[in-house]
């Protein structure tokens, strides 16, 4: 066990719907990772926060967003959904910032499976 | 950006075979390396990380990786496999300065029996 916790487990919606994937980071984790894994495109960095604030943006289609909380939870909104979304996505938490002295590993989350139907 | 090349998408071996699955990445600054294992229908557990010092780095599980500069390369090898390490293999790379994980597309290790 990680100490990553994601909500839901699954989920399935049909295409144009909207859904919230929730993350709660490790304990003391400032920073929170977002990543989407399908068969036909790896596994992908989508955004990342530290403590509230979107530090790195990757590969994140403008239909989706993201929000970290005060309490350091974080949110990934997926919107207008297509066949293509679905997906398992990750979150990961860390310490702090990659590169920075406080960096440490990212500890991932046992992932929501989202079916786009 | 960062790309990460695992050159081999499947990996068959025997079991208490020895493996080496490779990765190489294309950064010419300084990074920090990774490896991760997934299992089937779990997260990525972190097998073992290159952050400075020696170039040969042991992880979890009897896997170790060696950090090569000048080859710009982070193989993992273990030199017994058991049917345990059946899994998915991802290699990571992350710059000294940069706040994002540039993952490889991944290995699927099949160790038979």
């Known amino acids: 066990d990680s100490g990553v916790t994601q909500t839901p487990k699954h989920l399935i919606t049909a295409t144009g719907q909207r859904v919230t994937l929730r993350c709660s980071p490790r304990s003391g984790d400032l920073s929170v990772y977002w990543y989407q894994q399908s068969l036909d495109q790896g596994l992908q960095f989508l955004i990342q926060?530290?403590?509230?604030?979107?530090?790195a943006k990757g590969n994140i289609l403008e239909r989706f967003s993201a929000q970290q909380f005060p309490d350091l939870h974080s949110e990934l909104n997926l919107s207008s959904l297509e066949l293509g979304d679905s997906a398992l996505y990750f979150c990961?938490?860390?310490?702090?910032?990659?590169?920075?002295?406080?960096?440490?590993?990212?500890?991932f989350g046992p992932g929501t499976r989202l079916t786009v139907l | 950006a960062q790309s990460v090349t695992q050159l081999d998408s499947q990996v068959p071996v025997f079991e208490e075979a020895p493996v080496e699955l490779r990765c190489n990445y294309s950064?010419?600054?300084?990074?920090?390396l990774f490896w991760y294992v997934q299992y089937p229908n779990q997260g990525l557990q972190l097998l073992l990380k290159y952050l400075s010092g020696s170039t040969l780095v042991k992880g979890i599980n009897g896997f170790e990786a060696e950090f090569n500069k000048s080859q710009t390369s982070f193989h993992l090898r273990k030199p017994s496999v058991h049917i345990s390490d059946t899994a998915e293999y991802f290699c990571a790379v992350s710059e000294y300065t940069g706040n994002q994980f540039y993952f490889g597309t991944g290995t699927s290790l099949t160790v038979i029996p």
């Open positions: 990961a938490s860390s310490l702090g910032l990659a590169g920075g002295p406080s960096y440490n590993e990212q500890f």
């Open positions: 926060y530290y403590n509230g604030e979107e530090r």
């Open positions: 950064s010419s600054v300084s990074v920090y």
